[in-house]
């Protein structure tokens, strides 16, 4: 018996596959999920999550957004969720570098504060799973 891995974007179903562990960015710090894990619901954090399925481990990139367990299943609600191997680490670094950018021209009072800091966020963890 193995956990069932769900990952859904606003666009696409990005994954559904059956794994022996789930790790995951929780917004309270990473966390990992094995068969028979008590349900629980968290919000993540944009960073990497990452997949094990015979022993090899698979690397996505998410966005943030939400994470639930249930009954042997992990479901991933991801703002934006990218295998590692697709990752183009070129536009990862300029999404990283711009963000970063346009971020130290605002205040933290600046309206669009947050959500630069949140695109400097996901910038980077597509570069961190991209292994760059």
Same mark, same amino acid.
């Given at each position: 018996?193995?956990?069932?891995?769900?990952?859904?974007?606003?666009?696409?179903?990005?994954?559904?596959?059956? %794994?022996?562990? %789930?790790?995951?960015? =929780?917004?309270? $710090?990473? &966390? /990992?999920?094995?068969?028979?894990?008590?349900?629980?619901?968290?919000?993540?954090?944009? /960073?990497?999550?990452?997949?094990?399925?015979? $022993?090899?481990?698979?690397?996505?990139?998410? =966005? /943030? /957004? &939400?994470?639930?367990?249930?009954?042997?299943?992990?479901?991933?609600?991801?703002?934006?969720? *990218?295998?590692? $191997? *697709?990752?183009?680490?070129?536009?990862?670094?300029?999404?990283?570098?711009?963000?970063?950018?346009?971020?130290?021209?605002?205040?933290?009072?600046?309206?669009?504060?947050?959500?630069?800091?949140?695109?400097?966020?996901?910038?980077?963890?597509?570069?961190?799973?991209? =292994?760059?």
């Amino acid at each position: 018996m193995a956990l069932t891995l769900d990952i859904v974007t606003p666009e696409k179903r990005v994954l559904s596959v059956q %794994v022996d562990e %789930v790790r995951a960015p =929780g917004v309270q $710090g990473g &966390f /990992g999920v094995r068969l028979n894990h008590e349900p629980f619901m968290t919000a993540l954090e944009p /960073g990497r999550l990452t997949y094990v399925e015979g $022993g090899r481990e698979h690397h996505y990139a998410v =966005g /943030g /957004g &939400f994470l639930q367990v249930a009954d042997n299943r992990v479901i991933v609600l991801a703002d934006t969720a *990218e295998a590692a $191997g *697709e990752i183009d680490v070129d536009r990862a670094r300029k999404a990283f570098e711009d963000a970063q950018n346009r971020l130290l021209q605002l205040t933290e009072q600046d309206e669009s504060h947050q959500a630069e800091s949140a695109r400097v966020r996901r910038a980077a963890a597509r570069l961190t799973v991209a =292994g760059r």
